[in-house]
């Protein structure tokens, strides 16, 4: 599985949906606290770009020594239509800086020191320290999530009940008797989860051989899982 440092790590370089949590602006609108753009750098440092005229710079750039404590906190939802679809939250707290010149005229990059990290997501909740954060990889698959989930739903779905009722046997037959109907959920490098949706609905997960590094080892890994199922 992944680690909580990668999973937190991902979530920040994805497109989830983010919010910077400033003191004394509790009172800001959602839109106005959400970055244009967020990158990690190679040492763990997060970069947000934000309109130079947003609150988030005008409080960084006010700020007294220079350190602005800020948290960034991210929501995660699934790109399907799916029961409870919140699949995980992250928070990265740490202090808040302005790092003029790095971005186009009528934008400021602020940059956010880590100072620690949580994640509460499908595998569990746990707490980040930045130098694991700093170390961790992205999932290679994090890009390209979305539009896989979607396309798994709309032109496989009959193939991903197929691996449902073939893999886990009994447990799925009486779901789908009691109309369940399985989602594809969420895609890592290590698997594919499903979401059995219904009053008694669960969620499955499917680890392929070995974890894949790209779209063409996905396919390959998709296939055998589809192959094993039809056997």
């Not at 370089?13 to 244009?36: F, I, K």
């Not at 320290?129 to 032109?155: G, I, Y």
């Not at 779209?215 to 199922?229: K, Q, S, V, W």
Request: charged letters at 25%; a negative charge; glycine letters at 8%.
């Amino acid at each position: 599985m992944p680690s909580a440092a990668e999973r937190t790590r991902t979530l920040v370089q994805s497109t989830s949906s983010a919010v910077l949590l400033l003191p004394g602006l509790a009172g800001a609108r959602a839109e106005h606290m959400t970055p244009e753009a967020r990158v990690v750098a190679p040492d763990g440092e997060v970069f947000l770009l934000f309109p130079t005229d947003s609150p988030a710079v005008r409080a960084a750039t006010h700020a007294k020594d220079d350190e602005l404590p800020a948290v960034l906190e991210i929501t995660d939802v699934a790109p399907v239509s799916v029961p409870h679809r919140i699949r995980g939250r992250a928070r990265v707290s740490g202090w808040l800086t302005c790092e003029p010149g790095l971005a186009e005229h009528g934008g400021m990059m602020l940059r956010l020191e880590v100072g620690e990290a949580w994640v509460d997501d499908l595998w569990g909740a746990e707490s980040v320290e930045p130098e694991d954060f700093a170390r961790a990889s992205v999932d290679p698959l994090v890009a390209h999530e979305t539009e896989l989930l979607q396309h798994l739903h709309t032109a496989h779905s009959d193939q991903v009940q197929g691996v449902c009722c073939a893999l886990l046997g009994e447990r799925a037959g009486k779901a789908y008797e009691n109309g369940l109907l399985a989602v594809p959920l969420a895609l890592d490098r290590f698997g594919l989860r499903v979401r059995l949706t219904g009053e008694h609905g669960f969620d499955a997960r499917f680890d392929f051989p070995e974890p894949v590094r790209d779209i063409t080892e996905l396919r390959r890994a998709m296939h055998a899982l589809f192959e094993a199922a039809s056997h």
